[in-house]
């Protein structure tokens, strides 16, 4: 196939440089690790290395092939991962077509990662399905594939993950297709109509089945009567399925190796979960939003004392019952977000000496209660937005001595407040998108040399308060968005070159010159400079941010034209742009 294999003897290569044949040495029974510095490890998205300077020789193959795809007529002849790496490329590059995709008929893929790509329907299916038993992982989310195509897949006994999300035009009839994949060990069926308490009936088969998807299918209520055989089952996530009541929590209560569920938005009340008492392996319950609750269902969870991820945002709880929390002692994520909870909740939470985050988004804590937070040595992550937090509260904070993540977005936080901040040395993310923050504020936090994610969207800083951002040398995420910043407080972020994200909208006065500024932050991913008096004539400055994935410049005044002419001639790796 041209630059792939060196031509030994038995490789045929017209003027063209097009394959007619392979020696049988390089067939799929082979290997083209041969061509690696390193193992080739299968993975179901198809993305390529990022950020390495010289290419292998394989990536370089890879990348020739897909410029010349319509040259050939097969690949079957390869060995598998290299016609898989092939395979990927061309989603990832959007260049795979019901034409090209014939090209890896019988090409005994393992992964075909097409969840999402345009134009895949029941017809893609008849090569999707010749890999026959090699084939390992199949994602078609949001595909026009129906019943027949679903169908088509049978000779693919060896499936183990399968993912139909959004796929709308599949059938209740059409699930009885998946009800031989013995060796299924992942489904995933989100948001399907298909999906109800009869159709639940074809998953009944797969006894190896370990996670389940059924996220915002609206009739799945009655159907988990029919699952007990699933013993092996240790993920669950039926999130935003109204339908739920306490009768499903019962049937779901047989999967005693169950250590994931998730139930949120649900009609289940505290009598439901009082049937999850039995589940002992279980980590990680999400109950977000489920309005019929009550804090009486904490005398239940308490006893799920394996529980590591606990989440009760927005269900509307109060105080009271709160002590049962203090039970779940290996409890490392909390979220109580928007719930009617105060001070006196957080009482009950200082012998928890395993929690790393606590969120308490919205709730009614004061000052005072974070007293009750200072024996918390190793909460790494506290969200406090729009509580009703002021700046003396935060000297509670001190005693956190590996506090890793700070969010104070919309709370009462001043400039004052974060003074007691100055002490956190373990401090590694920070968000402070509040108003009354400003200059005064982020020069007491120059001694956190350790932070890495400084969220500042909406604090006001102007060119003088950048003047601090040098000591912030490990920082890798920088959103500065209040509008007071010209050119010259650019200047003082040009040599933040481990920054990977960098958004600057909002700040009306930037003009070109700030793209020359940062035009040697060449670790950037994400750059956003929005509402900013940026032209065509300053794209030539981002040439050299060849890892850029992600540009925004709307309300700039540059065109599509000229950025999709920048994303051909310099930035390949640039996948999102706007505008578009």
């Not at 606590?358 to 000052?367: E, F, G, P, T, V």
């Not at 004052?416 to 400003?438: E, F, M, V």
């Not at 992600?550 to 742009?577: D, G, H, W, Y």
Request: hydrophobic share 35%.
């Amino acid at each position: 196939m041209g630059g792939v294999c060196s031509r030994k003897r038995g490789n045929q290569v017209n003027e063209d440089g097009v394959r007619l044949a392979i020696n049988r040495r390089y067939s799929k029974n082979g290997s083209s690790k041969w061509l690696l510095g390193t193992p080739f490890l299968r993975t179901n998205s198809g993305c390529q290395l990022e950020g390495v300077n010289c290419p292998s020789l394989i990536e370089l193959c890879v990348h020739k092939t897909r410029q010349d795809i319509d040259k050939y007529w097969s690949f079957s002849m390869l060995p598998r991962d290299l016609s898989q790496q092939i395979f990927n490329e061309l989603v990832h590059s959007h260049c795979l077509n019901d034409i090209t995709l014939e090209t890896f008929r019988d090409c005994d893929l393992q992964d075909i990662c097409l969840g999402d790509y345009p134009g895949v329907e029941d017809n893609w299916i008849h090569v999707i399905s010749s890999q026959g038993s090699s084939l390992l992982s199949v994602d078609l989310s949001g595909s026009a594939v129906t019943d027949n195509g679903l169908s088509l897949l049978k000779n693919c006994s060896n499936l183990e993950v399968l993912t139909f999300n959004y796929c709308h035009y599949i059938t209740e009839k059409g699930l009885k297709h998946i009800s031989g994949f013995s060796n299924l060990s992942s489904l995933s069926f989100k948001r399907s109509s298909a999906v109800t308490d009869e159709g639940m009936r074809a998953f009944s088969s797969l006894v190896n089945l370990q996670e389940l998807d059924l996220e915002r299918c609206p009739g799945i209520h009655g159907g988990f009567v029919h699952l007990k055989g699933l013993e092996k089952l240790k993920t669950l996530n039926i999130r935003y399925c109204k339908c739920i009541k306490d009768s499903d929590m019962e049937a779901i209560s047989e999967f005693t190796n169950l250590r994931e569920l998730q139930v949120s938005c649900s009609e289940i009340t505290d009598a439901g979960v009082s049937y999850l008492k039995g589940l002992q392996n279980l980590v990680l319950l999400n109950l977000e939003g489920c309005l019929l609750l009550s804090t009486g269902c904490l005398d239940s969870i308490s006893a799920l004392v394996a529980l590591s991820f606990l989440n009760l945002s927005r269900c509307g709880f109060s105080d009271h019952g709160c002590d049962k929390l203090s039970e779940l002692k290996n409890l490392k994520v909390l979220n109580l977000a928007f719930n009617n909870i105060t001070d006196a909740c957080l009482v009950h939470l200082k012998g928890l000496s395993n929690l790393e985050t606590l969120n308490l988004d919205s709730c009614r804590i004061r000052d005072d209660g974070l007293a009750n937070l200072a024996g918390l040595l190793l909460l790494k992550n506290l969200e406090l937005s729009d509580t009703e937090v002021g700046s003396s509260g935060l000297r509670y904070l001190t005693g956190l001595l590996n506090l890793k993540s700070i969010n104070l977005s919309f709370t009462l936080v001043t400039d004052a407040g974060l003074k007691k901040l100055s002490g956190l040395s373990s401090l590694k993310s920070l968000n402070l998108d509040a108003r009354q923050i400003t200059d005064v504020g982020l020069a007491a936090l120059t001694s956190l040399t350790g932070l890495t994610h400084l969220d500042l969207f909406g604090a006001r800083i102007t060119d003088v308060g950048t003047k601090c951002l040098p000591c912030f040398k490990n920082l890798q995420s920088l959103e500065i968005c209040s509008g007071g910043l010209t050119d010259n407080g650019v200047k003082n972020i040009k040599d933040l070159t481990s920054l990977t994200l960098l958004n600057l909208s909002q700040n009306e006065s930037l003009t070109d010159r700030t793209l020359d500024l940062i035009s040697g932050l060449t670790a950037l991913v994400s750059l956003n400079v929005s509402n900013c008096r940026i032209t065509n004539d300053g794209l030539k400055h981002l040439k050299p941010l060849k890892n850029l994935h992600s540009l925004t410049l709307e309300s700039c005044k540059v065109t599509a034209l000229e950025i999709r002419k920048l994303q051909s001639t310099a930035l390949p790796n640039l996948v999102s742009f706007r505008p578009e």
